[in-house]
Protein backbone atom coordinates (compact mmCIF):
# COMPACT_ATOMS: atom_id res chain seq x y z
CA UNK A 1 0.00 0.00 0.00
CA UNK A 2 1.24 3.18 -0.96
CA UNK A 3 1.70 6.51 1.34
CA UNK A 4 -2.06 7.54 1.46
CA UNK A 5 -2.88 5.17 -0.70
CA UNK A 6 -6.00 2.39 -0.79
CA UNK A 7 -4.85 -1.01 -0.19
CA UNK A 8 -4.43 -3.49 -3.32
CA UNK A 9 -3.70 -6.92 -3.90
CA UNK A 10 0.19 -7.08 -5.32
CA UNK A 11 -1.12 -9.69 -7.97
CA UNK A 12 -4.72 -10.23 -8.77
CA UNK A 13 -5.21 -14.39 -9.42
CA UNK A 14 -7.18 -14.79 -12.46
CA UNK A 15 -9.74 -17.58 -13.33
CA UNK A 16 -11.27 -18.12 -16.88
CA UNK A 17 -14.30 -19.54 -17.35
CA UNK A 18 -14.01 -21.03 -21.01
CA UNK A 19 -11.14 -21.30 -23.07
CA UNK A 20 -12.85 -20.27 -26.57
CA UNK A 21 -12.42 -17.73 -28.70
CA UNK A 22 -12.33 -15.10 -25.90
CA UNK A 23 -10.76 -16.67 -23.50
CA UNK A 24 -7.84 -18.24 -24.69
CA UNK A 25 -7.20 -14.95 -26.04
CA UNK A 26 -7.19 -13.52 -22.39
CA UNK A 27 -4.90 -16.53 -21.33
CA UNK A 28 -2.25 -15.60 -23.98
CA UNK A 29 -2.46 -12.15 -23.24
CA UNK A 30 -2.37 -12.39 -19.66
CA UNK A 31 0.40 -15.19 -19.73
CA UNK A 32 2.40 -13.04 -21.71
CA UNK A 33 2.98 -10.14 -19.10
CA UNK A 34 0.60 -7.82 -21.27
CA UNK A 35 -0.73 -6.62 -17.86
CA UNK A 36 1.20 -6.15 -14.59
CA UNK A 37 -0.19 -7.04 -11.39
CA UNK A 38 -2.30 -10.50 -13.11
CA UNK A 39 -1.10 -14.08 -12.77
CA UNK A 40 -3.39 -17.31 -14.53
CA UNK A 41 -4.10 -18.99 -11.30
CA UNK A 42 -6.80 -21.65 -13.22
CA UNK A 43 -8.90 -21.81 -16.31
CA UNK A 44 -12.05 -24.25 -16.83
CA UNK A 45 -13.55 -25.75 -20.23
CA UNK A 46 -16.06 -28.43 -21.71
CA UNK A 47 -13.20 -30.23 -23.52
CA UNK A 48 -10.33 -30.92 -20.61
CA UNK A 49 -8.23 -32.38 -22.88
CA UNK A 50 -8.61 -29.51 -25.78
CA UNK A 51 -7.53 -27.37 -23.09
CA UNK A 52 -4.63 -28.48 -21.58
CA UNK A 53 -3.27 -28.83 -25.61
CA UNK A 54 -4.26 -24.99 -26.49
CA UNK A 55 -2.47 -23.95 -22.57
CA UNK A 56 0.67 -26.09 -23.47
CA UNK A 57 2.22 -22.92 -25.63
CA UNK A 58 1.97 -20.75 -22.47
CA UNK A 59 5.09 -20.23 -20.40
CA UNK A 60 2.89 -20.85 -17.72
CA UNK A 61 -0.12 -22.52 -18.35
CA UNK A 62 -2.55 -22.85 -15.68
CA UNK A 63 -4.25 -25.90 -13.85
CA UNK A 64 -7.13 -26.87 -15.77
CA UNK A 65 -10.16 -27.22 -12.60
CA UNK A 66 -14.76 -27.58 -12.90
CA UNK A 67 -16.12 -24.51 -12.40
CA UNK A 68 -17.03 -24.43 -9.24
CA UNK A 69 -13.46 -24.67 -7.79
CA UNK A 70 -12.81 -21.61 -10.15
CA UNK A 71 -13.69 -19.36 -7.64
CA UNK A 72 -11.48 -21.01 -4.92
CA UNK A 73 -8.20 -20.17 -6.41
CA UNK A 74 -9.04 -16.51 -7.93
CA UNK A 75 -9.34 -13.14 -7.11
CA UNK A 76 -10.87 -12.57 -10.56
CA UNK A 77 -13.39 -14.78 -12.53
CA UNK A 78 -13.47 -14.08 -15.98
CA UNK A 79 -16.82 -15.77 -17.60
CA UNK A 80 -16.74 -16.12 -20.73
CA UNK A 81 -18.18 -19.37 -21.73
CA UNK A 82 -21.63 -21.25 -23.18
CA UNK A 83 -24.79 -18.83 -21.48
CA UNK A 84 -25.91 -22.20 -20.61
CA UNK A 85 -23.26 -22.62 -17.34
CA UNK A 86 -23.60 -18.88 -16.76
CA UNK A 87 -25.64 -19.08 -13.28
CA UNK A 88 -23.26 -21.68 -11.87
CA UNK A 89 -19.97 -19.58 -12.91
CA UNK A 90 -21.24 -16.45 -11.05
CA UNK A 91 -22.99 -18.00 -8.12
CA UNK A 92 -19.38 -19.23 -7.21
CA UNK A 93 -17.73 -16.15 -8.06
CA UNK A 94 -20.27 -14.03 -5.81
CA UNK A 95 -20.87 -16.19 -2.86
CA UNK A 96 -16.88 -16.28 -2.60
CA UNK A 97 -16.96 -12.18 -2.70
CA UNK A 98 -14.85 -12.13 -5.98
CA UNK A 99 -14.81 -9.49 -8.66
CA UNK A 100 -17.48 -11.06 -11.52
CA UNK A 101 -16.30 -10.28 -15.07
CA UNK A 102 -18.85 -11.74 -17.30
CA UNK A 103 -19.08 -12.05 -21.34
CA UNK A 104 -22.15 -13.24 -21.50
CA UNK A 105 -23.95 -9.86 -20.12
CA UNK A 106 -27.33 -10.69 -21.31
CA UNK A 107 -27.33 -14.19 -19.14
CA UNK A 108 -27.67 -11.39 -16.50
CA UNK A 109 -30.57 -9.76 -17.02
CA UNK A 110 -32.91 -12.29 -15.74
CA UNK A 111 -30.58 -13.19 -12.69
CA UNK A 112 -30.98 -9.40 -10.95
CA UNK A 113 -30.62 -10.97 -7.78
CA UNK A 114 -27.16 -11.51 -8.11
CA UNK A 115 -26.39 -7.74 -7.74
CA UNK A 116 -27.90 -7.90 -4.46
CA UNK A 117 -25.94 -10.52 -3.75
CA UNK A 118 -22.44 -8.96 -4.62
CA UNK A 119 -23.66 -6.19 -1.97
CA UNK A 120 -24.00 -8.41 0.87
CA UNK A 121 -20.70 -10.67 0.41
CA UNK A 122 -18.47 -8.40 -0.97
CA UNK A 123 -18.14 -9.46 -4.66
CA UNK A 124 -18.03 -6.87 -7.40
CA UNK A 125 -19.91 -6.89 -11.18
CA UNK A 126 -17.75 -5.51 -13.76
CA UNK A 127 -19.40 -5.27 -16.70
CA UNK A 128 -16.81 -4.89 -20.27
CA UNK A 129 -17.93 -2.45 -23.12
CA UNK A 130 -17.68 -5.19 -25.03
CA UNK A 131 -18.74 -4.54 -28.88
CA UNK A 132 -20.32 -1.07 -27.59
CA UNK A 133 -18.81 2.22 -28.19
CA UNK A 134 -19.71 5.17 -26.30
CA UNK A 135 -21.03 3.30 -22.95
CA UNK A 136 -18.92 6.15 -21.04
CA UNK A 137 -21.84 8.90 -22.34
CA UNK A 138 -24.74 6.67 -21.85
CA UNK A 139 -23.55 6.43 -18.10
CA UNK A 140 -23.10 9.40 -18.32
CA UNK A 141 -26.45 10.76 -19.73
CA UNK A 142 -28.12 7.94 -17.20
CA UNK A 143 -27.09 10.72 -13.98
CA UNK A 144 -29.51 13.37 -15.79
CA UNK A 145 -33.00 11.93 -17.59
CA UNK A 146 -32.97 9.29 -20.96
CA UNK A 147 -36.28 9.99 -22.51
CA UNK A 148 -35.12 6.56 -24.76
CA UNK A 149 -32.29 3.93 -25.96
CA UNK A 150 -32.67 1.93 -29.28
CA UNK A 151 -30.22 0.09 -30.64
CA UNK A 152 -30.69 -1.74 -33.85
CA UNK A 153 -28.59 -4.56 -35.09
CA UNK A 154 -27.35 -6.29 -38.61
CA UNK A 155 -25.67 -9.56 -38.37
CA UNK A 156 -24.88 -12.06 -40.88
CA UNK A 157 -27.48 -14.80 -41.20
CA UNK A 158 -25.10 -17.14 -40.22
CA UNK A 159 -24.10 -15.62 -37.13
CA UNK A 160 -27.81 -15.91 -35.79
CA UNK A 161 -28.74 -19.26 -37.09
CA UNK A 162 -30.14 -21.04 -33.83
CA UNK A 163 -31.07 -18.81 -31.84
CA UNK A 164 -34.31 -19.67 -29.25
CA UNK A 165 -36.30 -16.97 -30.61
CA UNK A 166 -35.50 -18.16 -34.69
CA UNK A 167 -36.25 -21.96 -33.63
CA UNK A 168 -39.28 -21.07 -31.60
CA UNK A 169 -40.47 -18.92 -33.99
CA UNK A 170 -39.61 -21.37 -36.98
CA UNK A 171 -38.05 -18.37 -38.24
CA UNK A 172 -35.21 -18.93 -40.91
CA UNK A 173 -32.42 -16.88 -42.21
CA UNK A 174 -31.38 -19.24 -45.00
CA UNK A 175 -30.84 -17.98 -48.95
CA UNK A 176 -31.67 -14.59 -48.19
CA UNK A 177 -30.98 -12.05 -50.78
CA UNK A 178 -31.85 -8.76 -48.38
CA UNK A 179 -32.07 -7.87 -44.77
CA UNK A 180 -34.78 -9.53 -42.77
CA UNK A 181 -36.02 -7.95 -39.12
CA UNK A 182 -36.17 -11.25 -37.26
CA UNK A 183 -36.95 -9.82 -33.72
CA UNK A 184 -38.18 -6.00 -32.25
CA UNK A 185 -38.80 -5.70 -28.79
CA UNK A 186 -37.35 -4.85 -25.45
CA UNK A 187 -33.76 -6.06 -24.47
CA UNK A 188 -34.64 -8.25 -21.86
CA UNK A 189 -37.04 -9.89 -24.21
CA UNK A 190 -34.06 -9.84 -26.88
CA UNK A 191 -31.31 -11.13 -24.40
CA UNK A 192 -33.78 -15.00 -24.01
CA UNK A 193 -34.29 -14.93 -27.67
CA UNK A 194 -30.47 -14.45 -28.61
CA UNK A 195 -28.35 -15.57 -26.00
CA UNK A 196 -25.43 -15.81 -27.44
CA UNK A 197 -26.04 -12.63 -29.99
CA UNK A 198 -27.50 -9.60 -27.99
CA UNK A 199 -24.90 -8.55 -25.23
CA UNK A 200 -24.60 -5.39 -26.47
CA UNK A 201 -27.93 -4.85 -26.04
CA UNK A 202 -27.71 -5.94 -22.36
CA UNK A 203 -24.40 -4.06 -21.18
CA UNK A 204 -26.28 -0.80 -23.22
CA UNK A 205 -29.23 -1.24 -20.96
CA UNK A 206 -27.14 -1.52 -17.94
CA UNK A 207 -25.67 1.38 -18.23
CA UNK A 208 -29.01 3.21 -19.57
CA UNK A 209 -32.55 2.95 -18.75
CA UNK A 210 -33.26 -0.49 -17.72
CA UNK A 211 -33.78 -3.33 -19.62
CA UNK A 212 -37.52 -3.21 -19.90
CA UNK A 213 -37.07 0.57 -21.51
CA UNK A 214 -34.07 -0.28 -23.98
CA UNK A 215 -35.76 -0.74 -27.69
CA UNK A 216 -34.11 -3.54 -29.41
CA UNK A 217 -34.29 -4.75 -33.22
CA UNK A 218 -32.12 -7.48 -34.93
CA UNK A 219 -31.89 -8.10 -38.38
CA UNK A 220 -30.54 -10.79 -40.58
CA UNK A 221 -28.30 -8.96 -43.36
CA UNK A 222 -26.94 -10.96 -46.29
CA UNK A 223 -25.22 -7.74 -47.54
CA UNK A 224 -23.20 -7.33 -44.40
CA UNK A 225 -20.02 -9.22 -42.83
CA UNK A 226 -19.69 -7.33 -39.50
CA UNK A 227 -21.44 -7.53 -36.91
CA UNK A 228 -23.48 -4.05 -37.00
CA UNK A 229 -24.79 -1.66 -33.63
CA UNK A 230 -26.37 1.43 -34.76
CA UNK A 231 -27.69 3.51 -31.21
CA UNK A 232 -29.77 6.26 -30.56
CA UNK A 233 -29.92 7.90 -27.33
CA UNK A 234 -32.26 11.07 -26.27
CA UNK A 235 -31.57 12.79 -23.18
CA UNK A 236 -32.13 15.77 -20.92
CA UNK A 237 -28.11 16.49 -21.77
CA UNK A 238 -27.90 15.35 -25.15
CA UNK A 239 -28.83 13.56 -28.24
CA UNK A 240 -26.34 11.12 -29.66
CA UNK A 241 -26.18 7.83 -32.33
CA UNK A 242 -23.72 5.69 -32.65
CA UNK A 243 -22.59 3.07 -35.20
CA UNK A 244 -19.83 0.40 -34.83
CA UNK A 245 -18.85 -2.49 -37.61
CA UNK A 246 -17.45 -5.22 -35.63
CA UNK A 247 -15.26 -8.01 -37.56
CA UNK A 248 -16.21 -11.83 -36.48
CA UNK A 249 -14.00 -13.85 -34.86
CA UNK A 250 -12.42 -16.56 -36.66
CA UNK A 251 -13.19 -19.05 -34.23
CA UNK A 252 -16.86 -17.92 -33.63
CA UNK A 253 -19.02 -15.57 -35.92
CA UNK A 254 -21.21 -14.90 -33.07
CA UNK A 255 -18.62 -12.59 -31.33
CA UNK A 256 -16.90 -9.70 -32.62
CA UNK A 257 -13.31 -9.32 -32.25
CA UNK A 258 -12.73 -6.56 -30.16
CA UNK A 259 -14.95 -8.72 -26.99
CA UNK A 260 -11.59 -10.32 -26.03
CA UNK A 261 -9.65 -6.86 -26.53
CA UNK A 262 -12.67 -5.01 -24.22
CA UNK A 263 -12.56 -8.03 -22.10
CA UNK A 264 -8.62 -7.46 -21.66
CA UNK A 265 -8.83 -3.80 -21.17
CA UNK A 266 -11.57 -4.20 -18.60
CA UNK A 267 -9.07 -6.32 -16.97
CA UNK A 268 -6.30 -3.87 -17.27
CA UNK A 269 -8.25 -0.84 -14.98
CA UNK A 270 -7.70 -3.16 -12.19
CA UNK A 271 -4.27 -2.64 -11.76
CA UNK A 272 -3.75 0.56 -13.96
CA UNK A 273 -2.13 4.13 -11.90
CA UNK A 274 -4.05 6.17 -14.68
CA UNK A 275 -7.79 4.84 -15.83
CA UNK A 276 -9.50 6.46 -18.87
CA UNK A 277 -13.58 6.73 -19.19
CA UNK A 278 -16.33 6.92 -17.05
Same mark, same amino acid.
Given at each position: ????????????????????????????????????? @??????????????????????????? &? *???????? !?????????????????????????????? !????????????? +??? =????????? &??????????????????? !?? &? @?? $????????????? @?? =????????????????????????????? *?????????????????? &???????? $??????????????????????? *?????? *?????????? !??????? +??????????
Amino acid at each position: MGKGGLEMPEEYRVGLAGLGAIGLKLAVAIDAGTIPG @LSLAAASARNHHKAIRNLSRLKNPPPI &T *NLAHLSDV !SDVVVECAPAIVFSEIANAAIEKGRIFVPA !SVGALLPRMDLVD +RAA =ETGARIIIP &TGALIGLDAVRAAAEGEIK !SV &T @LC $TRKPPGGLKGAPH @LV =ENKISVDGLTEAKLVFEGTARQGAIGFPA *NVNVAAALSLAGVGSDLT &TLQVWADP $TVDRNIHLITVEADSARFTMTIE *NIPSDE *NPRTGRITAL !SMLAALR +RLTAPLVSGT
